[in-house]
């Protein structure tokens, strides 16, 4: 994928920070952190989204995710961590090869937490929810 930032990334043809690389995946620090230690998980093998990537990768990416929390945590000082993964423009998705956001979180004032990775929240009638469990089942 020639056009492809991450891919280019992952060929080594553009620099990055990079804090883990195994044969199946590397992770980078994010060019636009949204806090200190806020990382990248990008499987090698291209592919888009949830819908393109294999069962096997994406078992392996939230393994890998799990191996790195603690160094996030314990290394970095990280009071929490928010795992990230958009899937399409609409959900935020500006680069189109599959990507793990592990970004650590931290009640310190002074390290320049944002408060604003969470959402409003909604309500629905009861007639809509049954008709979201509905489509959601089919
Ligand atoms: P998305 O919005 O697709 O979920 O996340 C893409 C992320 O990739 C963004 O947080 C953005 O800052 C990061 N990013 C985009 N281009 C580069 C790059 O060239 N290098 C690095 N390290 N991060 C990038
Ligand atoms: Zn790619």
Redesign the pocket.
């Known amino acids: 994928m020639d056009n492809c ?2 891919c280019r ?1 992952i060929s080594g043809e ?1 620099p ?2 990079t804090a883990y690389e195994d044969d199946d995946f590397k992770v ?7 806090t200190r230690g ?1 990382s ?1 998980i990008l499987p090698k093998k291209h592919c888009a989204d949830i819908f393109e990537i294999p069962d096997d990768t994406l078992s392996a990416a939230a393994k890998l995710a799990k191996k790195l929390a603690p160094r996030l945590k314990q290394n970095l000082g990280a009071d929490g961590i928010n795992i ?3 899937n399409g423009e609409a959900a ?5 090869h599959f ?1 793990i ?1 592990m970004i650590p979180r931290y009640k310190d004032p002074s390290k320049d937490d944002p408060k604003n990775l969470m959402w409003d929240h909604k309500e629905f009638s009861d007639d809509e929810y049954v008709e979201i469990v509905k489509a959601l089942k089919d």
């Open positions: 930032i991450f990334i553009i990055s920070r980078i620090l994010d060019a636009s952190p949204a806020h990248l990230v993964q958009n935020g998705q500006t680069v189109f990507h956001h």
